[in-house]
C-alpha cells in the first residue's frame, strides 16, 4: 500500500519561472493538504482540496499560486514567476476523511530551489 | 496562529522515557489533539492522537488532562532514531506551530 507521493523531489527554477508540484494522495483518500516549510521553520498550511473542489484555501498567497486536485489524476500546486522566496519545502499530505478524527498521512515533500 | 505551547528543545537519554509537554489551553470540546514528529527533513509522520481518554499504540502514550488544557507525549524507551521535531496540533485546522526539538542521547 503505497504512501502519499510527490514529485519531483528537488525542483530548481529560475527567478520567472513556472513550478508544477504533484501529489498523488494514498489509495482510498480523496482529501489533500498542501503546506510549505521554510528552512528552520514550521509547516505552515496552504490549501486543503476534495476531488474537482478547493475547500479550503487561505494559507495560499494571494498571488502566483494556485492548487487543483482533478477528478483523474494527481494534485497540482503550481507557482507562476517563482521568486527566490519562494524556495522551500512543499509538502503534500491525504486522508480519508475530513473532520477532526482523520489523521493526516504526509508525502516526502518537494523541495524548491529557485535561483 | 498555533493553538498549542510547546518547549523549544529538550534532550532525553537513550533507553530513558521521553515526555514532551503541550499546552492547548483554549482547546474547545471537540477538538483532538493529535501529535506528528518530522525527522530532519522527510515528511511528518503522524503518532497519535486523542480527544480526552488516554491512548496508546505501539509508537507512543498520550496522556491528557482532565479539563484537557494539556497532554504529554510519552516515548516509553527513547532510541536514538526517536531525535526529531515533535508537532501537538489541535484540529480543527493543522496549523503546525514550531514544535519540540528532541535530542535523543546516547
Known amino acids: 500500500n503505497a504512501g502519499v507521493m510527490q514529485n519531483p523531489r528537488h525542483l530548481v527554477r529560475r527567478r520567472g519561472q513556472e513550478a508544477r508540484l504533484r501529489c498523488s494522495p494514498m489509495?482510498?483518500?480523496?482529501?489533500v493538504y498542501w503546506y510549505r516549510q521554510l528552512p528552520e521553520e514550521g509547516l505552515k498550511f496552504m490549501v486543503y482540496?476534495?476531488?474537482?473542489?478547493?475547500?479550503?484555501e487561505s494559507g495560499m498567497p494571494k498571488e502566483r499560486f494556485s492548487a487543483e486536485f482533478p477528478k483523474e489524476g494527481p494534485s497540482i500546486l503550481r507557482i507562476q514567476q517563482v521568486v527566490r522566496g519562494d524556495s522551500a519545502a512543499y509538502f503534500c499530505?491525504?486522508?480519508?476523511?475530513?473532520?477532526?478524527?482523520?489523521?493526516?498521512?504526509f508525502g516526502p515533500g518537494t523541495r524548491l530551489t529557485v535561483l | 496562529d498555533a493553538k498549542t505551547t510547546q518547549p523549544p528543545s529538550m534532550d532525553c537519554a537513550e533507553g530513558r522515557a521521553a515526555n514532551l509537554p503541550c499546552n492547548h489551553s483554549?482547546?474547545?470540546?471537540?477538538?483532538?489533539v493529535y501529535w506528528y514528529r518530522q525527522i530532519h527533513s522527510q515528511g511528518p509522520q503522524y503518532i497519535i492522537h486523542?480527544?480526552?481518554n488516554n491512548e496508546t499504540n505501539e509508537m507512543a502514550s498520550l496522556i491528557i488532562t482532565e479539563d484537557r488544557k494539556s497532554s504529554t507525549l510519552i516515548l516509553p524507551h527513547a532510541t536514538l532514531r526517536d531525535t526529531a521535531v515533535y508537532y501537538c496540533?489541535?484540529?480543527?485546522?493543522?496549523?503546525f506551530g514550531t514544535g519540540t526539538r528532541l535530542k535523543v542521547l546516547a
Open positions: 499530505a491525504s486522508s480519508r476523511g475530513t473532520g477532526a478524527n482523520h489523521e493526516q498521512f
Open positions: 489509495k482510498g483518500h480523496s482529501h
Open positions: 486523542g480527544l480526552k
Open positions: 496540533i489541535v484540529i480543527d485546522k493543522y496549523i
Open positions: 483554549t482547546i474547545s470540546g471537540n477538538e483532538y
Open positions: 482540496l476534495q476531488k474537482e473542489n478547493i475547500i479550503d
